[in-house]
T-cell receptor, first 112, second 120 residues
Framework: GNSVTQMEGPVTLSEEAFLTINCTYT??????LFWYVQYPGEGLQLLLK?????DKGSNKGFEATYRKETTSFHLEKGSVQVSDSAVYFC???????????FGKGTSLLVTP | GAVVSQHPSRVICKSGTSVKIECRSL??????MFWYRQFPKQSLMLMAT?????????EQGVEKDKFLINHASLTLSTLTVTSAHPEDSSFYIC????????????????FGNGTRLTVT
């Protein structure tokens, strides 16, 4: 079925460093792709999404581009802040289209 | 908008008892809700799809008699963990999708804040 693979963490960066979290997908059809963020003890919040090839999702300084040729949706941010410390999940539509299938999550720790 | 409220946020119960978790869509109607389970430092596993007015659809390997799902209204789905055991201890998260005029494929899921279940 549709699935995503994302880089394993934890990722530790200094404040203002550049962030990349890799995500690649396997899917039938043309799923929408999502990045969610989970802060400690909380549920998931949508960070950004892209619905078709070459779309770029962006929010709060984070960006990800839907690359069909490399089946990737890498998350980037030019300058991370301590408040960005969280777990980031890449996701795509399940085969039924209704639910989402998630990657294993990448923990990010940003130090001052 | 698109707020999903989950209650309780934490619950501790004794082995053999049952626990009910509620998931409400506060400002939209949700004909379909999804229940996920998250193990420590792992991803979310879809347990079941809750359908308003009909039976839930369970993922392979999920015991339907143990995880009872009821979706009695367009704004409420409940998950009852019956005869709980320590191995049922986990973080349970519900979600729902706001249907827009476009395809449901493009609409993101909105998540509750989760319920931390500890079975002693």
């Amino acid at each position: 079925g549709n699935s995503v693979t994302q880089m394993e963490g934890p990722v530790t960066l200094s404040e203002e460093a550049f962030l990349t979290i890799n995500c690649t997908y396997t899917a039938t059809g043309y799923p929408s792709l999502f990045w969610y963020v989970q802060y400690p003890g909380e549920g998931l919040q949508l960070l950004l999404k892209a619905t078709k090839a070459d779309d770029k999702g962006s929010n709060k300084g984070f960006e990800a581009t839907y690359r069909k040729e490399t089946t990737s949706f890498h998350l980037e941010k030019g300058s991370v802040q301590v408040s960005d410390s969280a777990v980031y999940f890449c996701a795509l539509n399940s085969n039924s289209g209704y639910a989402l299938n998630f990657g294993k999550g990448t923990s990010l720790l940003v130090t001052p | 908008g698109a707020v999903v409220s989950q209650h309780p946020s934490r619950v501790i119960c004794k082995s053999g008892t049952s626990v009910k978790i509620e998931c409400r869509s506060l400002d939209f109607q949700a004909t379909t809700m999804f229940w996920y389970r998250q193990f420590p430092k792992q991803s979310l596993m879809l347990m079941a799809t809750s359908n308003e007015g009909s039976k839930a659809t369970y993922e392979q390997g999920v015991e339907k008699d143990k995880f009872l799902i009821n979706h009695a209204s367009l704004t409420l789905s409940t998950l009852t963990v019956t005869s709980a055991h320590p191995e049922d201890s986990s973080f349970y998260i519900c979600s729902a999708r706001v249907l827009t005029g476009g395809s449901s494929y493009n609409s993101p899921l909105h998540f509750g804040n989760g319920t931390r279940l500890t079975v002693t």
